[in-house]
């Protein structure tokens, strides 16, 4: 127990390591290509016309 | 400190909106890095940019059919935001930049913060999660799905997207309408601010900001105070753009790491650290 105490990784590595997980589900169902669709076009909303 | 914080932000602005072609035919980049994200609020209807914007891929993947949780950019604001915080917003964002350069302009007398500071500030939260949030999933579409933000505030997009795909494309013009009028009045707005309050859109708005804040009190990039050796002659506190105090500096959402507390402290008490443990404010017991 004081060993895990001691030796604890730091909360940022618990976050990078949770944002890993995230980004390998977020691949795995393709939502990438979904920004990517919408990045490729120009978007109108953001431009303020659409 | 100044001169590096500022020729990282210009290099990493133009870096990522090199696309000389884009801005010369009124057309936006299409390769396959839009499959990646800037970590700074950068639209990805600038005619240069080379990635897509985080807001707006999060909103893009809130817009779809059906309701799914977007892992992907959940993802990416973990990774981004543990390692950096909002290192991002001081150091790598071009809506930063602008409002920097702004404030630089020796007219007015400056302000670090607006009045009732203590309430604007939760702003940036309640635009993250009523328009970048709940309004992209069916709030202002008429349950229509929309990027609410995008679509009705985002003063970057504006400023670094229509702006100059419009000023190169003669069909977008002649769509102009109500919709960009209100943008650009928003943006104007806050571009005026900015000449007399530090940074406003970042302060009270930017849901991104609202975001990256959170991941400030353990990211790796920390501000580290040297309590021991202080004198607490508050030459950081009257340095900090946001008016932050000594033991808010780093932990507080409100800390963009500029480093101008760093540059101000005479006994070298701040400085820039990773893997620190980051001060505790007084108090706070998370």
């Known amino acids: 127990m004081g060993f895990w105490k001691r030796n604890r990784p730091p909360a940022w590595l618990w976050g990078v390591l949770a944002g890993i997980l995230f980004l390998g589900v977020g691949i795995l169902q393709g939502q990438f290509g979904v920004i990517w669709k919408k990045a490729v076009m120009i978007c109108m909303e953001c431009i303020g016309i659409g | 400190m100044k001169r590096i914080r500022l020729a990282v932000q210009l290099f990493f602005t133009i870096f990522t909106n090199g696309y000389a072609y884009g801005y010369l035919n ?52 973990f990774l981004v935001g543990s390692l950096l915080g909002r290192f991002v917003c001081g150091w790598l964002c071009p809506f930063g930049l602008a409002q920097d350069l702004l404030h630089k302009i020796p007219v007015f007398r400056k302000r670090k913060r607006l009045p009732w500071h203590h309430i604007l500030k939760y702003g940036k939260y309640a635009v993250l999660l009523l328009f970048a949030g709940i309004g992209s999933v069916f709030l202002f579409g008429g349950f229509a799905k929309v990027p609410a933000f995008c679509k009705y505030i ?71 105070w040297e309590k021991q050796n202080c004198t607490s002659c508050g030459a950081c506190e009257r340095a900090c753009p946001v008016a932050l105090s000594v033991r808010e500096i780093s932990r507080s959402p409100e800390c963009i790491r500029c480093g101008k507390c760093i540059e101000a402290c005479p006994g070298d008490c701040l400085s820039f650290s990773h893997g620190k443990r980051p001060n505790k404010i007084p108090g706070d017991n998370s």
């Open chain 2, 26 to 77: 009124g057309k936006i980049y299409q390769g396959a890095l839009k499959y990646a994200c800037v970590p700074g609020l950068n639209c990805y209807s600038c005619p240069g940019a080379f990635a897509s914007c985080p807001l707006g891929a999060l909103q893009a993947l809130l817009n779809q059919r059906g309701f799914q949780v977007p892992f992907g950019m959940l993802g990416f604001f």
């Open chain 2, 154 to 224: 985002c003063p970057s997009g504006t400023l670094f997207g229509a702006v100059p795909l419009l000023a190169a494309n003669e069909s977008l013009r002649g769509q102009i309408g109500g919709l960009f009028l209100w943008k650009l009045g928003i943006l104007l707005f806050l571009l005026l601010l900015s000449v007399k309050v530090y940074r406003p859109f970042c302060q009270y708005l930017c849901p991104l900001g609202a975001i990256y804040g959170w991941f400030n009190r353990f990211s790796l990039v920390q501000v580290h």
